[in-house]
């Protein structure tokens, strides 16, 4: 079992930065991948950003440039420094992990229970 905790939220005035963390606990897994999505008031879950153990990355279009994730040295915390914070950058904020399980094949995701931005103008 896979624990992810988040920190980082908050209130910001548009223009402004924000960075998020999440850190992964427990044992008997790998990570594979980890990234953060998101969903807004009324709207679907979209991924925002993941990473690759490898620090390959894949960012959704409307966050490139202004945000970055980045894995901590133990390659068990993931962040994303926010910034050029804009209005519908409002949202809850998801830590997720792709881990491989240490006993069974395949592979197992794990979702934070979130953390929410609101950018006001």
């Known amino acids: 079992q896979v624990q992810l905790v988040e920190s980082g939220g908050g209130l910001v005035q548009a223009g402004g930065s924000l960075r998020l963390s999440c850190a992964a606990s427990?044992?008997?897994?790998?990570?594979?991948?980890m990234g953060w999505d998101r969903q807004a008031p009324g709207k679907e879950r979209e991924l925002v950003a993941i990473i690759g153990s490898s620090g390959s990355t894949k960012y959704a279009d409307s966050v490139k440039g202004r945000f970055t994730i980045s894995r901590g040295n133990a390659q068990n915390t993931v962040y994303l420094q926010m910034n050029s914070l804009k209005l519908e950058d409002t949202a809850d904020y998801y830590c997720?992990?792709?881990?491989?399980?240490?006993?069974?094949?395949?592979?197992?995701?794990?979702w934070g229970q979130g953390t929410q931005v609101t950018v006001s103008s």
């Open positions: 997720y992990a792709l881990v491989r399980p240490s006993d069974r094949p395949g592979a197992v995701d794990y």
């Open positions: 427990g044992s008997g897994y790998s990570i594979i991948t």
